[in-house]
Structure formats: structure tokens, C-alpha cells
């Protein structure tokens, strides 16, 4: 089993910069391919970006294209979000997950079956 703890989620204003920290344990992530969703108040929860297992391929949500950045560090079981730019509608909970089943970069909800509990993160305008 792995299990995910997100941390680095804050408040910053408008333009600026935060980084997303996700530590797994239990199991290497190594072979897993890792995304991040987010959530906010009265909305479903969206893709936000992914990284495969090799870290070679990534995919983003339209909304995010070009601000943010995944990353990951196989050896220190760790996945990354560097978010730039940031917008108030960037506001959520962050959540990091792991599909283990599948190879690619999903955007699919359904295709995470780990999840982590989540880390707030808040634009001022």
C-alpha cells in the first residue's frame, strides 16, 4: 500500500508562486504514475497535472497550462507541483494521487485508486 501526505499549501496573493510537496510511503512510487487534483468550494474535483512513472511524460489541465509544473524524485519518493502566476480561482484543496495500474499520464478521476488527505491553498486578489 502507499501513502500520500501533501504538504507546502498557504496563502499568497495574486502573481505569486507556491510549492506542492507530496511525500509517499508504504511503497516505492517509483513504477506509479502520480497527478495532482484540486478541489474547490461547491465544485467537482479536477486534473491538475500528471507525471509518469519515469517522470518523461506530463500532462496538464488547460486551466493550468504553463504556470504550474509537476515534478518527481523517484529516490526520495516525493512528487512536486511548482505553481507560478497564481490566480484566486486557483484557490482549492490540492490532493496528491496515484494511479498504480495504469502507465500514461490519465486525466481520469477514476483512474487514481490512492489519494492523499489534501492541502489548502489560497489566492488573495
Known amino acids: 500500500q502507499v501513502q500520500l501526505v501533501e504538504s507546502g499549501g498557504g496563502t499568497v496573493q495574486t502573481g505569486g508562486s507556491l510549492r506542492l510537496s507530496c511525500a509517499a510511503s508504504?511503497?516505492?512510487?517509483?513504477?506509479?504514475?502520480m497527478g495532482w487534483f484540486r478541489q474547490a468550494p461547491g465544485k467537482e474535483r479536477e486534473f491538475v497535472a500528471a507525471i509518469s512513472w519515469s517522470g518523461g511524460s506530463t500532462n496538464y489541465g488547460d486551466s493550468v497550462k504553463g504556470r504550474f509544473s509537476i515534478s518527481r524524485d523517484n529516490a526520495e519518493n516525493m512528487v512536486y507541483l511548482q505553481m507560478n502566476s497564481l490566480k484566486p480561482e486557483d484557490t482549492a484543496v490540492y490532493y496528491c494521487?496515484?494511479?498504480?495500474?495504469?502507465?500514461?499520464?490519465?486525466?481520469?478521476?477514476?483512474?487514481?485508486?490512492?489519494w492523499g488527505q489534501g492541502t489548502q491553498v489560497t489566492v488573495s486578489s
Open positions: 494521487a496515484a494511479d498504480r495500474y495504469r502507465r500514461g499520464t490519465s486525466y481520469y478521476i477514476w483512474d487514481y485508486d490512492t
Open positions: 508504504g511503497r516505492s512510487i517509483s513504477i506509479i504514475t
